[in-house]
């Protein structure tokens, strides 16, 4: 592995996410065996292959719902103060805990971990390109400053956001916040980038309605939700809130009608073909009871009769097979059967012999 780290370097003016993306097993070797484990809850020195898989998962789903993800290199992090990135990124992105009024602190370490893996790579085997030498030598000069400029309404207004196509402040007034229907976080207009995208590119040039509909309704999905699974589901709560709305509504929609099936109905001829239609056989509700009563009895009979009958013939036939156990049974055609049953044989190619009791059977 020391070989395949040093014939490739790691270039800072390409993206972070393919950064991430294409040097899975690298960052993951330098995480377990060239940095030091500073978590509280593990008191190893050494970071686990779990713990490295969680922090590269947590890095890449914090910078892919980045707004800037397109053109975020870590040139340019560096140049902004990293430190302060990372920190505005858990203001954003960590989630409150259901049961303690605390901030989860899931994507800062992570961050922290992979810009302490760029350090790393960096002074063991920097690239030899121009612009990542600009950059050491403007990190050794310590000219990065401390100072990060935040709306106290949106909790964002970073002057990089300003040239985004949905930005949080548009000429220096603040766009507001909105909810997130997913996370049920508020975030500044520019956490919901791609959602308006989305919009823009899928649902614009091909239902206008529903793209209508999307803006007037309140329902939205926040960057860090729409890279999600939980995109689909937004798309699916757009269409069905699209349906009930149309059922609300029912007089705008037009009905079509529908032709009655018409019902097969009999000839007159076949109506009438009994020949005992014009008999008048009324009876009484007693003598109808009565009447049934004893076909059921007659029913009931006729059953057990074929009950006993059955149990007769079982008990007749479990007769005969002790007997052909015992050796004791005359009867050909049975021992023939059996023998049919149990070998799978034709009766041609059985042939019994009752005076010795031997059954013989020709292939």
Same mark, same amino acid.
């Given at each position: 592995?020391?070989?395949?780290?040093?014939?490739?370097?790691?270039?800072?003016?390409?993206?972070?996410?393919?950064?991430?993306?294409?040097?899975?097993?690298?960052?993951?070797?330098?995480?377990?065996?060239?940095?030091?484990?500073?978590? #509280?809850?593990?008191?190893?020195?050494? @970071?686990?292959?779990?713990?490295?898989?969680?922090?590269?998962?947590?890095?890449?789903?914090?910078?892919?719902?980045?707004? $800037?993800? *397109?053109?975020?290199?870590?040139?340019?992090?560096?140049?902004?103060?990293?430190?302060? &990135?990372?920190?505005?990124?858990?203001?954003?992105?960590? +989630?409150?805990?259901?049961?303690?009024?605390?901030?989860?602190?899931?994507?800062?370490? *992570?961050?922290?971990?992979?810009?302490? &893996?760029?350090? &790393?790579?960096?002074?063991?085997?920097?690239?030899?390109? !121009? /612009?990542?030498?600009?950059?050491?030598?403007?990190?050794? $000069?310590?000219?990065?400053?401390?100072?990060?400029?935040?709306?106290?309404?949106?909790?964002?207004?970073?002057?990089?956001?300003?040239?985004?196509?949905?930005?949080?402040?548009?000429?220096?007034?603040?766009?507001?916040?909105?909810?997130?229907?997913?996370?049920?976080?508020?975030? /500044?207009?520019?956490?919901?980038?791609?959602?308006?995208?989305?919009?823009?590119?899928?649902?614009?040039?091909?239902?206008? /309605?529903?793209?209508?509909?999307?803006?007037?309704? #309140?329902?939205?999905?926040?960057?860090?939700?729409? @890279?999600?699974?939980?995109? !689909?589901?937004?798309?699916?709560?757009?269409?069905?809130?699209?349906?009930?709305?149309? #059922?609300?509504?029912? =007089?705008?929609?037009?009905?079509?009608?529908?032709?009655?099936?018409?019902?097969?109905?009999?000839?007159?001829?076949?109506?009438?073909?009994?020949?005992? &239609?014009?008999?008048?056989? =009324?009876?009484?509700?007693?003598?109808?009871?009565? /009447?049934?009563?004893?076909?059921?009895?007659?029913?009931?009979?006729?059953?057990?009769?074929?009950?006993?009958?059955? #149990?007769?013939?079982?008990?007749?036939?479990?007769?005969?097979?002790?007997?052909?156990?015992?050796? =004791?049974?005359?009867?050909?055609? +049975?021992?023939?059967? @059996?023998?049919?049953?149990?070998?799978?044989?034709?009766?041609?190619? @059985?042939?019994?012999?009752?005076?010795?009791?031997?059954?013989?059977?020709?292939?």
């Amino acid at each position: 592995m020391e070989t395949i780290l040093a014939r490739r370097q790691i270039c800072m003016q390409m993206n972070i996410n393919q950064l991430l993306l294409y040097n899975m097993s690298r960052f993951s070797y330098v995480m377990r065996n060239k940095l030091v484990n500073k978590s #509280s809850r593990d008191a190893s020195k050494k @970071i686990s292959e779990k713990c490295c898989r969680t922090y590269q998962c947590n890095a890449r789903k914090c910078i892919l719902s980045d707004p $800037e993800r *397109a053109t975020l290199t870590p040139d340019i992090l560096y140049r902004r103060n990293h430190n302060m &990135w990372v920190k505005g990124k858990h203001l954003m992105c960590d +989630l409150m805990k259901k049961h303690v009024n605390t901030k989860k602190n899931d994507i800062q370490p *992570a961050l922290k971990k992979m810009f302490e &893996w760029l350090n &790393w790579e960096m002074e063991n085997y920097p690239c030899p390109c !121009d /612009a990542c030498k600009a950059l050491r030598l403007f990190l050794r $000069e310590d000219k990065v400053t401390h100072k990060q400029y935040r709306c106290f309404k949106c909790l964002c207004g970073l002057e990089e956001h300003n040239c985004l196509d949905v930005s949080c402040h548009i000429d220096g007034v603040c766009q507001g916040r909105k909810m997130c229907s997913f996370c049920l976080k508020y975030k /500044a207009h520019c956490g919901f980038g791609f959602m308006i995208q989305y919009f823009k590119e899928r649902i614009a040039m091909k239902d206008t /309605a529903l793209l209508k509909f999307a803006c007037d309704s #309140s329902i939205s999905i926040c960057n860090s939700c729409f @890279i999600t699974s939980k995109r !689909d589901k937004f798309i699916n709560m757009l269409t069905k809130r699209r349906k009930l709305s149309r #059922s609300l509504n029912p =007089e705008d929609v037009v009905v079509k009608s529908k032709k009655a099936k018409t019902a097969n109905i009999l000839p007159q001829d076949i109506l009438y073909q009994d020949l005992n &239609w014009d008999n008048n056989a =009324e009876y009484t509700f007693l003598e109808t009871r009565d /009447a049934l009563q004893k076909h059921v009895k007659t029913l009931k009979e006729m059953y057990g009769n074929l009950e006993l009958k059955k #149990s007769r013939q079982k008990r007749t036939f479990v007769e005969k097979v002790k007997l052909v156990q015992q050796g =004791e049974c005359n009867d050909k055609t +049975l021992i023939e059967q @059996i023998v049919m049953l149990v070998e799978k044989k034709d009766r041609k190619n @059985i042939l019994v012999d009752i005076d010795k009791g031997v059954v013989n059977l020709i292939s």
